[in-house]
């Protein structure tokens, strides 16, 4: 049976699925605003921003490991942990206030304590 003319049909793919990052993603403030980084491009495109210390070793550092693991001579997970550094030093890692679930977890486990 042939579909009607006009309609188009693309053959069946099979989709391989993709590795999970073995980092969790992080919110940076920069310009006060925030940015999700849960990729390494999306680290090199923080990195790209203006940061408040631009040439802070650990940002450029942050830098060359990005660049390297884009060629494919680092790991994702070395460069992140660099980027990350990077980040922390610098100040623009803010922690979110604790969820109304987290907070009630809390206050079971200290009362089992």
């Known amino acids: 049976m042939q579909p009607p003319p006009g309609l188009r049909v693309k053959p069946l793919q099979f989709w391989r699925a993709t590795k999970m990052p073995a980092f969790i993603p992080i919110t940076i403030y920069l310009n006060h605003k925030s940015m999700l980084v849960a ?3 999306d680290a090199e ?3 790209q921003q203006p940061w408040p210390f631009m040439d ?4 450029l550092e942050a830098i060359r490991m990005i660049e390297e693991c884009l060629a494919g001579h680092c790991s994702h997970q070395a460069a992140f942990a660099a980027f990350e550094e990077a980040a ?3 100040g623009l890692l803010k922690q979110k206030p604790p969820s109304v679930g987290l907070r009630k977890f ?3 486990a200290e009362d089992l304590l």
């Open 39 to 41: 990729s390494i491009p």
């Open 45 to 47: 495109t923080a990195l």
């Open 56 to 59: 802070k070793p650990s940002r």
């Open 88 to 90: 922390s030093e610098q």
């Open 106 to 108: 809390d206050g079971v």
